[in-house]
């Protein structure tokens, strides 16, 4: 295989690239649905493919094809050279690529269990579990709807300056969402865990326990009552503050969208945030659902420092932006599959502890909200950012008092960081999928915090 | 690269419906599909880039003992490869549970032609054309202001067929165009940027307006440059197409799929022939609209597309159906099963969901506000409760009207309320549809949304 695609960059260059790199892959997916504990169909799937990029005139040309035939590949990537000379002729600004160093090598995963080696059956039966788990917990709950994924296979990549990499995939990931209805109320609950390591993710999130934060939670938002509009003070649990770190900061320090207009270049080297303030993009972490060897230039990923003690320090690179920075590529450019090309994307982001206790971010706040879970979030480029909230309860007296349900949070990055006035020694990790035109795999997380101000979404 | 032909992806579905029956399963469906895209991308201001994707692929579902299996495989060149995935999905079958409701594949049935769908040109599209059409955009763009910034965007060309047989006697064909042009925009001016600011054109036949989409983005984007901030209120919004299509994919939308009501997951369960929202409120799920971007012959199971009812007049009339939820109900589909092409099993959703259009205006409806906004982007709305329809999401920009004009732009403003309260407080419906994924609607005025300024 290796050699094949080591000969479509050849070719690639002969029709005058100066740059060419092939990217194929051999994946297996399992994916089961679950409605109530009916199996709607259990699947699988093989998707082999090819995905071609060469720069030519400074230009992006790229072809995919769902096949591993030499021939085909040699065709496509003829088309995919005329295709940036094509894209080339009004260009003004040619793109160039940081220099990398060439790499070989050969990336195993040796998962304790290997979701492939696993029966049909037992996977179904883990997602019983989780289903009885979460209809049996209250009569109250309505539904609840199971999605399983493993994904496994291997990733050839080579480029035209030399580099090979056979690198082993492996995906575990599952969601539960629970619905309840009482008296006209509905109520919606999700939970999600994901997992490079293997099916022994099952082991450290027992099925049981999935079931039942789930469906606790639907069952408890029943009674829960709108927040007030407006802006509050508010503490936000690890699984919020994830979401925000990836939406409200992390997005703007992803350098294509930092050079579309993005807030953060103007501010590099700059403190827009509280000394409290660190945040770190990581694709390092063993087993976390954002991590991984080499990222789809074949480039090494990396533990990123993107803010310090209120500093921004960096930015996550492809090679292309890290040229335009005169910076190093840090390993964040992803692709889906061989369908797209690869972009800037987050891997494991997360902000990093303090010193506080729960108890003592609660304890100052006279009259505010505990948002504890999150469902949904977006940012914009101005650094407008949202983010929707599964889980919230009223912060009366400097104590957690009421549920209530479907708040958001809102407000702009640089003026909500300098909010930040006091961090948890707490920390977790969530597992996530994000969505940038194609889906990644990825973490956030971090500790506790308390937020001064933000606006709160409420209809009361 | 030449797509493939009629004969040869029926003959692939027909014989992929004949090993999986050979091999023992009691029901059988294979679906092809061929996906040929071909798009010219902008990024920051210029074309930088150009790409063609071909996918092709066929999903294979079985029926064992009413236990559901499925399989896939992008390899369809080799028969050994579609035998395999047969294989894989009478296995999966065997190793799944019964499904007592379970009530077999879709019958045979007549199709209606879907109209303006497909057009040549398209087809013999190439790079060449595209960059034309993704530089006049471009040029349009930049036309309007000096301080607009297309920061991304492009063209794209595509051809799309599917072919479905099943142990019914199945057997179809349908394929389609589709054109798009867009661009993503903001205006910028020493250290202010303005939100992103977005525009598209996408048609089944070669008559996309890459000009418009430049200028209107662009005059979106400058418009927003200079905001002021409002106060918490209850107001009057108009919400245009952008802000209709996330709203409703998030909550409406899901509240009239069967699978959701026959669930205990929509407010509408037990409903139909209810006042569900205002007189004004008139809405059809038109799976052969003439042109839709989701118009096609049959669905994602082979079941021909048509118009179904949903609400008339505030009324509610009826829900989105597959062959699966119908049976369960003695009912027939309403031709709703949509795939990922053929990576997926067939689950419900909207085709065309077509809110009909009233006669005024766009210039007449905002006339009707004496005092509200004017609502394009929105951010979260897919953190809505999917099931309660409450939404809390930011408009940005957004922009107040006063007096039936524009009187400036605003940012981060938040709107939290009810779609289904949203529903009942539309007072007008404009006349100016459009085609928006799958909606196709006019701007509707609403009253009495709660809005959260800053």
Known sequence: ?460 | MAVLEKDQVLHLAENAVGIALKKGAAEAEAYVYEGQATNVGIERGQITKSNRIIDRGVGIRVAVNKAVGFAYTNIIEDQSAVEDTVLKALSAARASKPDQDWNGLPEKKLYATAEKTYDRKILSLRSEGLVDIASSMLDAAVSVDKRVFPIEGGAGAAYLSSAIANSNGVAAFDRGTIMECSVAAVAKEKNRVTPVCFEFNAERTYSVDPAWVGKEAARLAVSALETKQIKTETTKLILTQFALQELLYFTLINAVKADNVQRNQSPFKGRIGEKVASENVTIYDDGLFPGGLRTWAFDGEGFPQQKTALIEKGILRGFLYDNYAAKKEGLTSTGNASRAGYLSTPSIEATNFHITSGNKTPDQLMNELDDGLIIYYLQGAHSSNPVSGEFSVVATPAWKIRKGEIAHATRGVMLAGNIFEVLKNVSVVAGNERKMGQLIAPWILVENVRVIGK
């Open chain 1, 1 to 460: 295989m290796e050699d094949i695609l080591a000969n479509v960059n050849h070719v690639a260059v002969k029709f005058g690239a100066e740059y060419s790199e092939t990217r194929a892959q051999k994946l297996y997916k399992t994916m089961l649905t679950l409605k109530e504990g009916r199996v709607e169909a259990a699947k699988q799937g093989i998707e082999n493919g090819v995905a071609l990029r060469v720069l030519v005139n400074g230009a992006w040309g790229f072809a995919s094809v769902g096949s591993l035939d030499a021939e085909t590949l040699t065709s496509a990537v003829s088309d995919a050279c005329k295709m940036a000379k094509t894209a080339s002729s009004r260009l003004k600004m040619p793109i160039k690529l940081a220099e990398t160093k060439t790499v070989e090598d050969r990336v195993h995963i040796r998962p304790k269990k290997e979701p492939s080696t696993i029966l049909m059956e037992d996977k179904i039966n883990t997602a019983l579990s989780v289903n009885k788990a979460t209809l049996s917990y209250d009569k109250r709950v309505k539904s609840c709807t199971i999605d399983y994924l493993d994904l496994t296979g291997t990733n050839y990549f080579a480029n035209s300056e030399g580099t090979r990499i056979k690198q082993d995939k492996l995906y575990v990931w599952s969601r539960v969402t629970a619905t309840a209805e009482s008296k006209g109320v509905f109520t919606f609950s999700r939970e999600e865990i994901g997992s490079t390591a293997g099916y022994e993710v099952f082991d450290a999130e027992p099925p049981e326990v999935i079931g039942e934060t789930a469906a606790k939670r639907a069952i408890e938002q029943l009674d829960a009552k709108p927040p007030k509009g407006g802006k509050s003070p508010v503490v936000l649990g690890p699984n919020v503050v994830g979401v925000f770190v990836h939406e409200a900061f992390g997005h703007l320090a992803e350098a294509d969208l930092a050079l579309s207009g993005g807030v953060l270049p103007n501010n590099l080297g700059k403190k827009i945030g509280s000394d409290l303030v660190t945040f770190y993009d990581d694709g390092t972490i063993d087993g976390a659902f954002g991590s991984f060897k080499y990222d789809d230039e074949g480039v090494p990923a990396q533990k990123t420092l993107l803010i310090k003690d209120g500093v921004v320090t960096g930015l996550m690179h492809n090679r292309e932006t890290a040229q335009k920075f005169n910076a190093e590529p840090t390993g964040n450019a992803r692709a889906e599959d061989f369908r797209v090309e690869p972009i800037i994307r987050m891997r494991n982001t997360f902000m990093a502890p303090r010193d506080h206790s729960l108890e003592e971010l609660v304890e100052d706040v006279r009259s505010g909200y505990y948002f504890k879970s999150f469902r949904g979030g977006q940012a914009n480029l101005d650094g407008t950012f949202q983010v929707g909230i599964q889980e919230g309860y009223e912060i009366v007296n400097g104590e957690i008092g009421e549920p209530v349900r479907n708040a958001s949070i809102s407000g702009n990055t640089l003026e909500t960081l300098l909010k930040v006035d006091a961090v948890g020694k707490d920390f977790k990790l969530w597992p996530g999928r994000c969505g940038k035109g194609q889906t990644a795999f990825i973490c956030d997380g971090g500790p506790h915090i308390r937020v001064k101000e933000v606006i709160v979404g409420g209809s009361a």
